[in-house]
């Protein structure tokens, strides 16, 4: 498979709308602010609008695919060392099933499988998706960034940069929208993992959010959770801008 390159003009994220903070929020204003950042979400980015109204070919899609599967990679490993970091006996035991999720309970299950699958689904040979032969260098920088600052975070923190769930959900309806109503070519098992990801993103994102909510009480710490989802956010928009910049908009 040969995946031409093009280049673009980057795209200049939304700034997420951080409070100034004179005291501490109540849980459920912190909740509200935190849900606020969804301005500032990747899937505003004009390679995913493209992509929703149907104007992406087949060699952006397939360089999209190619390149994301080290972003799905990098999160197991991010939630092992959430885990790792940890001293919460009750977090550590549900937090882990964020692990099975990608990585699947067995071989040829999960997460990260489901995503390969995608790739043969879009036209990426199976071989090519599993040795990242495609993997821009911008985006290989960047998930292994998110998994640097889970490793070297404060736990909590580390937890609250996971908040980007909270706004999956109607990123994967409209991929599952899109792709038969535009993308007829590409085979039905392509939704399996956006599918999965409406199932397993709210529950995730709610058990991070109540984490956030119980232990980060002080200015510091919310401001902390704030920086850290801000963090996220910009990690993803910096990989789908890389994406967006390699593989052109025609």
């Known amino acids: ?6 280049t673009s003009e980057l795209a200049a994220p939304p700034r997420p709308p951080f409070p100034d903070l004179d005291r501490p929020l109540s849980s459920d204003a912190l909740a509200d602010r ?4 969804s301005t500032s979400y990747y899937a505003r980015h004009p390679f995913h609008e493209r992509m929703h109204a149907g104007k992406l070919s087949p060699a952006q899609l397939q360089g999209w695919v190619a390149n994301r599967l080290a972003y799905q990679r990098a999160i197991p490993r991010k939630d092992a060392a959430i885990i790792s970091n940890c001293p919460v006996p009750e977090v550590r035991r549900e937090w882990i099933q964020r692990i099975v999720d990608h990585d699947g309970a067995e071989p040829g299950t999960g997460g990260i499988e489901m995503w390969i699958r995608l790739g043969e689904a879009v036209g ?10 495609h993997v821009l260098p911008g985006v290989r920088l960047a998930a292994e960034s998110y998994v640097t600052f889970c490793k070297t975070k404060p736990w909590i923190d580390a937890v609250a940069s996971s908040l980007t769930e909270l706004f999956a959900p109607d990123l994967m309806r409209k991929r599952i929208a899109a792709f038969p109503e535009h993308y007829s070519w590409i085979r039905p098992e392509a939704l399996d ?10 529950r995730d994102s709610q058990q991070g959010l109540h984490l956030v909510q119980r232990y ?14 801000a963090f996220k956010l910009e990690m993803l928009w910096v990989m789908i801008d890389t994406i967006h910049h390699a593989y052109g908009e025609s």
Not at 1 to 6: F, G, N, P, Q, R
Not at 124 to 133: A, L, Q, S
Not at 193 to 202: C, E, G, H, N, T
Not at 216 to 229: D, K, N, V, Y
Request: hydrophobic share 40%.
């Open 216 to 229: 980060c009480t002080t200015i510091e710490s919310q401001r902390r959770a704030f920086e850290a989802l």
């Open 193 to 202: 993992y956006f599918k999965s990801r409406l199932v397993q993103a709210p």
């Open 34 to 37: 935190l849900r606020a950042f």
């Open 124 to 133: 990426v040979p199976r071989e090519e998706m599993e040795d990242e032969r």
């Open 1 to 6: 498979m040969t995946i031409a390159l093009h």
